[in-house]
């Protein structure tokens, strides 16, 4: 089975000389759910952005051979109409006549748990739903792989594991399972993964069972490289 990404001596220097990124090489060895996680200012968002194309590597290359969607931090930031279903028209793909529109939308939504939301109002929704919202978007566009930067962040502990559930069930739904990198400061996180592995100095390290890398960096009770111990 292809690598659904692989990275290779990829290199990012911010305009104004701070480098994010030096030689760093990764690859995702099969679909499923991988996480990254790393202390502030250890590389792992601008990594993600190179991937979804927002910004241009110095050096090195990006193979993607499947379509990427980038899931932000604050859904707020990537939700734009007033309701769920003008929002989800956004991602659709090109040449759907109507009828296909909505049962590509109602499959989304039902995907998410939010089956039957198509005219709700986005501000009505809590910031679970918005955030299973945004991910319906990302299905909608036919991604396969999901670039999910730190997605938990700004919810409460129920919607945290909500979020977290629904991902690791779609990177395990058979038969067209999908790919998510995951960047988390949380390592409780990292049990729910099938590989992890830490980012330090803009360099990722070798994939490693989520809980033994857990195990790991709570054991030496330092902060993380680049920021302080999260938990």
Do not use: Y
């Given at each position: 089975?292809?690598?659904?990404?692989?990275?290779?001596?990829?290199d990012f220097t911010w305009p104004g000389g701070s480098r994010a990124l030096q030689n760093c090489?990764?690859?995702?060895?099969?679909?499923?759910?991988?996480?990254?996680?790393g202390g502030n200012g250890s590389g792992k968002s601008t990594l993600l952005r190179l991937i979804a194309g927002l910004l241009?590597?110095?050096?090195?290359?990006?193979?993607?051979?499947?379509?990427?969607?980038?899931?932000?931090?604050?859904?707020?930031?990537?939700?734009?109409?007033?309701?769920?279903?003008?929002?989800?028209?956004?991602?659709?793909?090109?040449?759907?006549?109507?009828?296909?529109?909505?049962?590509?939308?109602?499959?989304?939504?039902a995907q998410v748990g939010l089956a039957g939301f198509e005219q709700r109002p986005i501000h009505t929704l809590s910031g679970g739903q918005k955030q299973r919202l945004a991910i319906a978007g990302a299905l909608a566009s036919e991604a396969r792989l999901l670039l999910m930067d730190e997605p938990t962040a700004l919810l409460d502990p129920t919607s945290q594991q909500e979020v977290l559930k629904l991902i690791r069930r779609l990177c395990n739904q058979a038969p067209a399972s999908l790919t998510a990198l995951w960047i988390t400061h949380r390592l409780e996180e990292l049990d729910g993964c099938d590989g992890a592995a830490l980012m330090d100095q803009g360099r990722p390290g070798p994939w490693?069972?989520?809980?033994?890398?857990?195990?790991?960096?709570?054991?030496?009770?330092?902060?993380?490289?680049g920021g302080r111990a999260e938990r």
């Open positions: 089975m292809a690598s659904p990404l692989r990275v290779e001596k990829l090489n990764l690859e995702l060895p099969r679909p499923g759910l991988w996480m990254l996680v241009e590597p110095g050096h090195g290359h990006i193979h993607c051979p499947v379509k990427a969607a980038l899931v932000f931090q604050n859904p707020d930031h990537q939700l734009l109409l007033p309701s769920c279903a003008t929002d989800l028209q956004l991602s659709l793909p090109e040449g759907l006549d109507q009828h296909q529109r909505q049962t590509r939308l109602a499959a989304a939504l490693q069972q989520g809980v033994t890398l857990r195990q790991q960096l709570e054991k030496t009770l330092t902060p993380l490289p």
